[in-house]
């Protein structure tokens, strides 16, 4: 357990962090929204075990956490002008966007059927960490079935020795899951989770007409 609250004195748990990252191994980390469980996205033995400890198969691959906006085009492509509105208006925060992810990619994150589902997180800690390792596979830091992790012990406790470092950084802000938005239907977006970003703030940011037929009824009936 190492403790990453306060920037002055966080460089050792990071440094921890990153070398486990380096050689494959499961790490915990603090997030805005709950606490994830992750490691090297290229890595696929390593997001393997993520999938592992977390009790969870292939079917359910992970989203991955970028260090800013900027890396989704290296990540993904043929991303509709809503999506990309909603990216920049929440991101760093919680909001998940599922994308077409680059065919080039040498990366296997699971059943993705040819997407990923991509975040910029809003905690210092996460970013800091995300600026050194790159893109990590991340979900939230719990077996699955359980509820998901808002402390570094909660994680532990039900993750245990199948990870190798977990970071600390005090209690979760938000305490909730990200929102997640599929934009990879031709018919628009659509909402397939709800969470920390309303579904009224995400019909502001990028209009009704932006989401499909069905996410707009949805909409309209609260």
């Not at 709950?34 to 993520?50: E, L, P, R, S």
């Not at 905690?123 to 893109?135: D, I, N, Q, V």
């Not at 997640?180 to 989770?193: F, H, N, Q, S």
Request: net charge negative; hydrophobic share 45%.
């Amino acid at each position: 357990m190492y403790p990453c609250s306060d920037p002055a004195t966080w460089g050792p748990s990071l440094d921890a962090a990153v070398d486990a990252v380096s050689r494959g191994a499961v790490i915990v980390l603090p997030t805005d929204t709950v606490y994830g469980v992750g490691a090297d996205a290229f890595n696929a033995d390593a997001v393997a075990a993520v999938l592992a400890a977390k009790g969870r198969g292939r079917q359910m691959p992970p989203p991955v956490l970028m260090p800013d906006a900027r890396t989704v085009d290296g990540l993904g492509y043929d991303i509709p002008a809503a999506a990309r509105a909603l990216m920049d208006a929440c991101w760093p925060g919680a909001l998940t966007v599922i994308v077409h992810a680059q065919p080039s990619l040498a990366w296997d994150l699971g059943d993705t059927h040819g997407t990923v589902a991509l975040r910029v997180p809003d905690h210092p800690a996460a970013l800091a960490l995300l600026k050194r390792t790159g893109p990590l596979a991340v979900t939230s830091a719990n077996r699955t079935g359980e509820p998901a992790a808002t402390t570094a012990s909660a994680a532990k406790e039900q993750l245990g020795d199948s990870v190798a470092v977990y970071l600390d950084g005090g209690d979760s802000p938000l305490g909730t899951a990200s929102t997640i938005v599929d934009a990879t239907d031709p018919a628009g977006l659509r909402v397939i989770r709800d969470g920390g970003i309303t579904r009224e703030r995400l019909v502001e940011i990028a209009g009704a007409d932006a989401f499909a037929p069905e996410a707009t009824a949805a909409e309209a009936d609260g």
